[in-house]
């Protein structure tokens, strides 16, 4: 069974930085496409940034040149390095999970909050 833990949400000022990790376990780590999503107050969650296996990146428009996701596949663990935050990007950080073949379903974390004072 695969389990994703979220760490590094916190208060900071609009401009600091963040680190965000998520700790995968369950099953091997290599085959899967890892996701950070954003849920915000009253608001859908929404994909923030995405890492595949072969560490291939893509980010939201919002997020180009402030965030950086990477993959450090020894440590079964991603990370989401904020740079410049903005109050728009407080809510709650999830990590999401899904394997290549997707015969498996999606799996979540818990979710770590992260919130951006002005």
């Known amino acids: 069974q695969v389990q994703l833990v979220e760490s590094g949400g916190g208060l900071v000022q609009a401009g600091g930085s963040l680190r965000l990790s998520c700790r995968f376990s369950g099953t091997p780590f290599a085959m899967y496409v890892i996701n950070w999503y954003q849920q915000a107050p009253g608001k859908q969650r929404e994909v923030v940034a995405t890492v595949t296996p072969g560490s291939s990146t893509t980010y939201a428009d919002s997020r180009k040149g402030r965030f950086t996701i990477s993959r450090d596949n020894s440590k079964s663990t991603v990370y989401l390095q904020m740079n410049t935050l903005k109050p728009e990007d407080s809510g709650v950080y999830y990590c999401?999970?899904?394997?290549?073949?997707?015969?498996?379903?999606?799996?979540w974390g818990q979710g770590t909050q992260v919130t951006v004072s002005s």
């Open positions: 999401n999970a899904y394997h290549l073949s997707r015969h498996e379903p999606d799996y």
